[in-house]
């Protein structure tokens, strides 16, 4: 089958060899309709090939949706051969503390994303399989590229979750990316006031089309006009979504006292904190990492019961065929482009 994968730094490509993945107990094959090209993918083509894989190139994708082919299992499960599914697609050990007490993503030996499984592949390719029990079903007839946002949609399920907000609470998020949306929209849909600090106009367009107020840190003081349009104060709760050093100052200094700084954004960098800031405001700092299956569960339910379509359809800006999955790359990466969440159709005619 096809693929696309990541050979080396700024190296990706095409694979036309791709093995068929062979289910073990307990797995699920699934045909993958459309996979999202997600910033951690275009991260990697930056600094390469992940340790974990031992130096070989392995198939990128993880964001699905699909349709389950074939299933080795012994027990009853919500789904059947032929129905549209998504899925969790990273494993855990399953057996640790933080495991069994359902943070899997804070497995004690780490986790793994099915892109770097000992055995499949990623989902920019035709097939891939996942273990049945972090398999979750969609409802007929559901719109594929909304199901295809379940993925990102959980981050920002989980995120808001461990922040503590409440409806009528108050948020600022330093980032306007996909996921930066993600949780914009999502603390729109709880009832939570929001607004988004973010440079790059493109973006703000898109943000606005949601009804998030914005304001750009390179015409504006954000600080200053954000706390107007909050009524005078600083925020309960601030999003870091970039991980750029002027993004974490001003979500330092947008918290108010007793407030709480989720750290978001995926950085390489070390990054300063003016420490004695955090302990006067006695603030609470969280850091986050992908997320929980009872958060991928909830972003289902609210895919599946349609809740947030309205907005999240405005998240897929564009979709290439998996031949032409390096231009769709390329696209994802552009600084400059229109695009938000750029999907790859997985679904190959090979009778071309």
Not at 131 to 152: N, Q, S
Not at 291 to 316: C, H, P, W
């Amino acid at each position: 089958m096809i693929g696309f994968e990541i050979r080396g730094k700024e190296d990706v490509g095409l694979r036309y060899d791709v093995p068929m993945p062979k289910l073990h107990m307990n797995e699920v094959l699934i045909k993958i309709k459309y996979c999202g090209i997600c910033g951690s993918d275009t991260h990697q083509y930056h600094t390469g090939i992940q340790l974990q894989s031992g130096g070989k190139p392995y198939i990128l994708g993880h964001e699905l949706v699909g349709q389950v082919v074939e299933i080795n299992c012994d027990s009853e499960l919500p789904y059947k051969v032929g129905d549209w599914v998504t899925g969790r697609p990273y494993f855990s050990c399953g057996i640790c503390d933080n495991c069994r007490t359902g943070h899997e993503s804070i497995c004690e030996g780490g986790i793994k994303l099915m892109t770097l499984a000992d055995e499949g592949n990623g989902a920019y390719a035709e097939y891939c399989k996942l273990p049945a029990k972090v398999v979750f079903p969609l409802r007929e007839g559901i719109d594929l590229k909304i199901a295809a946002l379940t993925e990102p949609l959980a981050v920002a399920v989980y995120d808001v979750r461990r922040s503590g907000l409440e409806p009528g609470q108050s948020v600022l998020i330093s980032g306007g990316g996909v996921i930066g949306g993600m949780i914009a929209s999502y603390c729109k849909f709880l009832g939570v006031k929001v607004v988004v600090s973010e440079p790059n106009e493109n973006r703000i367009a898109f943000l606005k089309s949601l009804g998030i107020q914005t304001f750009n840190p390179m015409k504006e003081n954000v600080i200053e006009e954000a706390k107007k349009w909050n009524g005078g104060k600083l925020f309960d709760v601030t999003f870091e979504c970039c991980g750029a050093q002027a993004s974490y100052d001003l979500c330092l200094n947008a918290t108010r006292r007793g407030g709480t700084f989720m750290f978001v954004g995926v950085t390489t960098q070390n990054r300063e904190l003016y420490v004695r800031h955090v302990l006067v405001y006695q603030m609470t700092i969280i850091g986050v990492n992908m997320y929980e299956t009872r958060d991928y569960y909830r972003a289902t339910q609210i895919v599946n019961e349609g809740l947030m379509d309205e907005d999240l359809s405005k998240f897929v800006t564009h979709v290439y065929p998996l031949e032409d999955a390096y231009n769709a790359f390329m696209k994802a990466m552009d600084p400059e482009g229109k695009q938000v969440k750029v999907l790859l159709d997985c679904e190959v005619n090979h009778d071309k």
